[in-house]
């Protein structure tokens, strides 16, 4: 498949690229709607990520795309991108079939009642082998210019760590996509990591502490909105996936808007106003584009389902870029409490 077959190629302004943060959700195989619009920004040229913070599949797709900066350009970064993607597909083995995902749920149940220490004595992992062949971490860490934050939980503590510089390894990826029921924990400097997506989905405050871009741009995976009440037990548990891991995003999402406030009444003022900063936030979702979806397809990895998610993820940055482009380094492309907050929360 050729990257740009079918697709316009926009990098049509000689304006200097705008600096932005992004922040990437995590989601297993629906991070390849990540790719797309990470593929289509990235071609596009506008825009220019200087800082990332991501989680989980996130992760994975900030070091491809970290590697292949460094080894060539913007379009090194889309190459890795979708050698990455290829080699998830290659190594999915019986979850390229047809129809495998819709065994999930039983799947999922079934891990529920075991431990992955039983199913899983020697604890395998086929990520580690994609990561070690896919990815050259001394090229995600030389990457110019762009910082990166990779969210883990820990085990004892229930508190979120963000491996950044060079603590971002192999590991550091594995512990931020280590989901309980399934994968052995990761152990890092004495200490066993799970998912981060319980603690930040991404997390956000990295990008606040560090000089990173003051315009935020959230690419969401896990559906914030879904109308009527899930009935079947599947629907119900895709559900409470869904806002399981979303929770943490939208607590920091709660406090950013809470800070912008003060900011914009003047109610803080002097050193501590300083110590604020005005932030532009703007948000690609997922929401349309994956309802159809239910979470048991996170963990289909065939190529064509892989692709389409590419797909969608290309036309909903598209979508975005043809509205907001514009508006970074001038003003939030969303209002918070609108888009993302219940009224009176």
């Known amino acids: 498949m050729s990257r740009a077959a079918g697709w316009p190629n926009n990098a049509m302004t000689q304006r200097k690229p705008r600096p932005v943060s992004l922040a990437l959700q995590g989601g297993g195989a629906h991070g390849a709607f990540t790719w797309g619009v990470l593929d289509r920004l990235l071609e596009d040229g506008r825009i220019e990520p200087r800082a990332i913070s991501a989680t989980s599949a996130g992760a994975m797709n900030a070091c491809a795309m970290a590697m292949g900066r460094t080894q060539g350009g913007a379009d090194g970064a889309r190459e890795a991108m979708e050698q990455f993607w290829n080699a998830v597909s290659r190594a999915g083995g019986p979850l390229r079939a047809p129809g495998w995902a819709r065994l999930f749920p039983w799947i999922d ?66 512990a931020s996509a280590a989901l309980p029921f399934l994968d052995h924990a990761v152990e890092i400097d004495g200490e066993p990591y799970w998912d981060g997506g319980f603690t930040g989905n991404p997390a956000l405050w990295p990008l606040f502490y560090e000089d990173t871009p003051a315009d935020l741009l959230i690419v ?47 109610a803080v003022t002097g050193p501590r106003r300083e110590r604020l900063r005005s932030l532009n936030v703007h948000s690609i979702k997922a929401d349309d584009a994956l309802k159809a979806w239910p979470a ?44 993302f907050l219940h009224p009176g929360s």
């Open 109 to 174: 149940a079934f891990t529920r009642l075991t431990s992955p220490y039983d199913l899983n004595p020697f604890g395998y992992d086929p990520l580690r082998n994609i990561l070690e062949r896919q990815i050259d971490f001394e090229a995600v860490r030389a990457c110019p210019d762009l910082k990166l934050f990779l969210c883990a939980t820990c085990v004892t503590s229930g508190r979120a760590r963000i491996f950044s510089g060079e603590e971002i390894t192999l590991d550091a990826v594995r």
């Open 296 to 339: 048991s397809t996170k963990y289909d990895t065939s190529w064509s389902f892989l692709t389409s998610l590419r797909d969608l993820g290309r036309e909903t940055a598209q979508t975005w870029l043809d509205t907001h482009a514009d508006d970074v380094g001038v003003r939030s492309s969303i209002d918070l409490k609108a888009e």
């Open 220 to 266: 969401h995976i896990n559906p914030l909105h879904r109308p009527g009440t899930p009935r079947s037990a599947e629907d119900i548990m895709d559900r409470v996936n869904e806002i399981t891991f979303n929770t943490s995003l939208l607590a920091e999402l709660r406090a950013i808007a809470f800070v912008q406030d003060l900011i914009g009444s003047g």
